[in-house]
Structure formats: structure tokens, C-alpha cells
């Protein structure tokens, strides 16, 4: 077959056909292959080639790591570590963030529920709260604050038992506790004569009145501790017993009551 251009003129004359591309045609690019060196990777196909570049096309990091494991071995381990990642995320949370309680007795009632038929438990099933122990990273508790607390050695002498105790804070680091002679309580400041009466909206009058033994009684708040009282007064062993409560032994604020379903809130 004839490589001849026979252009469409009168003459008929026969022209070579033309070696260069016309001036409107684009040239023509290879697409981008990577090179080996010299003596390598002789006989690779294409997509060898690109595997040998940029490592198998998978999104398992185990696969990427250890290429030779078989698919049962790197399932297995990734079931592992995912259970052991979850674990660890879990206790990190408890240690630092958040933490799980239940409340035994009835010093808080009845704004947290104990278990019946336990004395002056008011609740079918104990009430479950979350403690946030980060947050007091970032600030010291508000009077009113519920709060989880390592308790002082002397609690265990005065209460029967001393470990974790949750009670709400009454006094702040400086201030004086009064408790007058029908139950209610005054706060004086640091460095102030005057007396200010407490509003406890969550101690009943009844409750109130229950709690005889500490009428009259008055208590100093040294500094960097805390007073603290449960809001059922004539059930609770708290700091008119055995003192305040430093700083460093506070856990964490009371924030949330998640069981039962019933009693979810937030405090």
C-alpha cells in the first residue's frame, strides 16, 4: 500500500507526504513511567512496576507491617489490639475524665437515693453518678458543689468506715461554719465580723430539725481544705465530725445521675 498523499488538485500531481505535524496539531506526551536502575527489575509488568513504588494497595496497617502474616493471624491480632486499645481508652477516662459511683447511705438523701430497706434509703435500687475529676484540674468546687472525696483518717474513727464519701461543700478554705441552735447554717468570711445565713433549699425542715447533736456548734476552715455536709443532717457523719477535707483529696465534682432510668439527671 502506497505511503503517497494524493492532494485533492486539478493537476493530479503526486506529493510526498509531510514529515513534520501541521502547526495545529499537539505533540504527543508518553504518560510518566518510574525507572528502575539499570539491571533491575527486569521483566516487571506495568503494575509491578507501581507496586514496587508505592507498596501494596491495601488500607491494613498490620498487612503494611508485616507483609508475611497470614490473613487469620493479622484478623486475630486486630481483634487484640482493638479490645486492648478500648480497655486502655476506658481506664484512661476513668483515671483522668470521669468516674462511676454509687451511693451506700442515706447522708445525701434526699437528693441522692440510697437502696431500701437500708435506714432512712428512700430508693428501690442505689443511685449511680458520674464524678468528673478533670474538671477540678481547672478550678476549685463552688459552695452547693456535691463532691467525691478521700476521706481523713479521723473519719474512720468517728463514722465506722473511712475510704470515699460524697457530701456537698458547705465551707470554703478560710471561712467559719456555724450551725445555730435550729439547724440552719452561717457562713462568716476570712475577713469579715458578719454572719450570713445558708439557703439550703435541699435540707427539709423536717430533715432539719432531726439534727440536734451539732446545734450551737461552730468550726474554722483552714485554708486549701473544705467543710463538708451530707444534705440529710441527722444521717450524716461528715466534716462536724472529723474535720474538712484538704484539697488534694478531693476527686471530683458530682455531675450526673445515670441509674436508675427513673432518676437520670443532671446535678
Known amino acids: 500500500m502506497s505511503d503517497r498523499w494524493f492532494p485533492d488538485d486539478p493537476e493530479g500531481e503526486e506529493k510526498d507526504a509531510p514529515s513534520e505535524p501541521a502547526s495545529h496539531d499537539w505533540p504527543i506526551y508518553e504518560p510518566f513511567r518510574p525507572q528502575l536502575p539499570p539491571g533491575e527489575g527486569e521483566g516487571l509488568s506495568p503494575e509491578a512496576m507501581e507496586e514496587h513504588f508505592s507498596g501494596p494497595r491495601t488500607r491494613d496497617p498490620l498487612a503494611r507491617l508485616f507483609p508475611g502474616l497470614p490473613r487469620r493471624v493479622r484478623v486475630t491480632l486486630d481483634w487484640i ?141 483552714p485554708n486549701a481544705s473544705y467543710f463538708m455536709m451530707g444534705d440529710n443532717r441527722s444521717e450524716s457523719c461528715d466534716s462536724r465530725s472529723w474535720g474538712s477535707v484538704p484539697r488534694h483529696d478531693l476527686i471530683g465534682l458530682v455531675f450526673f445521675v445515670y441509674w436508675p432510668p427513673d432518676r437520670i439527671s443532671f446535678r
Not at 92 to 103: D, E, G, S
Not at 146 to 156: C, H, M
Not at 184 to 193: L, V
Request: hydrophobic share 40%.
Open 81 to 221: 489490639l482493638t479490645i486492648a486499645g478500648a480497655v486502655l481508652i476506658v481506664l484512661a477516662l476513668k483515671q483522668w475524665v470521669v468516674n462511676p459511683y454509687r451511693i451506700p447511705s442515706s447522708s445525701m438523701e434526699k437528693t441522692l437515693n440510697c437502696a431500701k430497706p437500708a435506714q432512712g434509703c428512700l430508693g428501690d435500687s442505689s443511685d449511680r453518678v458520674l464524678a468528673c475529676r478533670i474538671c477540678l484540674d481547672f478550678s476549685n468546687p463552688s459552695r452547693g458543689d456535691i463532691v467525691v472525696f478521700n476521706t481523713p483518717s479521723k473519719a474512720a474513727a468517728e463514722c465506722g468506715e473511712g475510704g470515699t464519701f460524697v457530701k456537698r461543700v458547705i465551707g470554703l478554705p478560710g471561712e467559719t461554719v456555724r450551725e445555730d441552735d435550729f439547724g440552719f447554717i452561717w457562713i462568716r468570711g476570712p475577713d469579715s465580723k458578719v454572719w450570713v445565713k445558708l439557703k439550703e433549699p435541699y435540707v427539709s425542715s423536717s430533715r432539719r430539725l432531726l439534727d440536734t447533736e451539732h446545734f450551737g456548734q461552730q468550726w474554722k476552715v
